[in-house]
């Protein structure tokens, strides 16, 4: 996946019930604030060191 797909991906889990997923959706939105497009290669990058 893109790192936009996979920012929309993960960022869809938002439901602020404050679970795990829902930590980590404000989390991303709140680094592309700060960071920009740059945070997307990080997502890919990230994603393929992710074990399956």
């Known amino acids: ?3 936009i797909e ?3 991906f993960y960022t869809s889990k938002r439901d602020f019930s404050e679970s795990p997923e829902d930590s980590y959706a404000q ?3 709140t680094l592309l604030y700060h960071i920009g497009d740059d ?3 990080l ?3 990230a994603e393929k ?3 399956s």
């Open 39 to 41: 945070l997307l290669p």
């Open 49 to 51: 060191k992710t074990p």
């Open 1 to 3: 996946m893109s790192g």
């Open 27 to 29: 989390l991303l939105q």
């Open 6 to 8: 996979l920012f929309d």
């Open 43 to 45: 997502l890919e990058e």
